[in-house]
């Protein structure tokens, strides 16, 4: 398949206009509509897009900042910690289009706070998260002669976007509705299964309940 001379591949422009959590999805998900635009019509879309998190971008309350401390460390460190860094690589293929089309890219979410990613959502009461995205796949379209032709997307291709933090929390809602989750070693574990039984606790709220309140 030949490769379009760059002077006559297509331009194209790549817009983030929402974000909402996915109902009935089988995992916790976000998807994010992207507007693409191309000064020529396109057979075909091979998308990838690379979406960071860029904190430095926003304010933070008080409460927001102590949740963080693990994360960043204290406040006045922040000027140093608090860099961009990577939540997900989604792709999508986007069917052919004349000028304009929106097409979505769906994002899995985990609840494990181990997780940089799930520690900087959770950690926020409201506002919006402060999103880069950075595009890149192959064009597929016709050009000139009537032959298809392929490009690579322009590494310059990016979008910034605000994604409200409910979006996130919707997702977690959806699933996990009131609830959070641990990771702990194979052996902790086995000591609170050990400590649930001897003291006849009816659930794990109750036995970390228990531990937190001191009592043996």
């Known amino acids: 398949m030949p490769?379009?001379?760059?002077?006559?591949l297509p331009s194209l422009a790549f817009d983030v206009d929402s974000a909402e959590a996915v109902r009935f999805a089988v995992a916790p998900t976000v998807a994010f509509t992207v507007r693409v635009a191309s000064d020529r019509p396109?057979?075909?879309l091979a998308l990838n897009a690379q979406i960071r998190i860029a904190p430095a971008r926003r304010r933070y309350s008080d409460r927001d900042r102590e949740r963080l401390v693990e994360l960043f460390g204290p406040s006045e460190r922040w000027g140093e910690t608090l860099r961009t860094f990577r939540?997900?690589?989604p792709s999508a293929l986007v069917p052919p289009f004349e000028t304009t089309t929106s097409v979505e890219l769906t994002v899995p979410c985990t609840y494990?706070?181990?997780?940089?990613?799930?520690?900087y959502f959770y950690a926020l009461d409201d506002g919006d998260v402060p999103?880069?995205?950075l595009f890149s796949g192959t064009v597929f379209f016709t050009g000139d002669g009537g032959a298809l032709r392929t490009a690579q997307i322009p590494w310059e291709s990016?979008?910034?976007f605000r994604m409200p933090v409910r979006a996130w929390k919707a997702a977690m809602e959806q699933h996990f509705g009131g609830s959070a989750w641990l990771?702990?070693?194979?052996?902790v574990f086995d000591r609170l299964v050990a400590y649930k039984a001897r003291h006849t606790l009816p659930t794990w709220e109750a036995t970390?309940?228990?531990?937190?309140?001191?009592r043996e």
């Open 3 to 8: 490769v379009a001379d760059p002077t006559t």
């Open 42 to 44: 396109v057979r075909s």
């Open 87 to 89: 939540w997900a690589q």
């Open 112 to 119: 494990d706070l181990e997780v940089a990613t799930a520690k």
């Open 131 to 133: 999103l880069e995205f």
């Open 158 to 160: 990016e979008a910034a």
């Open 183 to 187: 990771r702990v070693r194979d052996d």
């Open 208 to 214: 970390l309940e228990q531990l937190l309140e001191g």
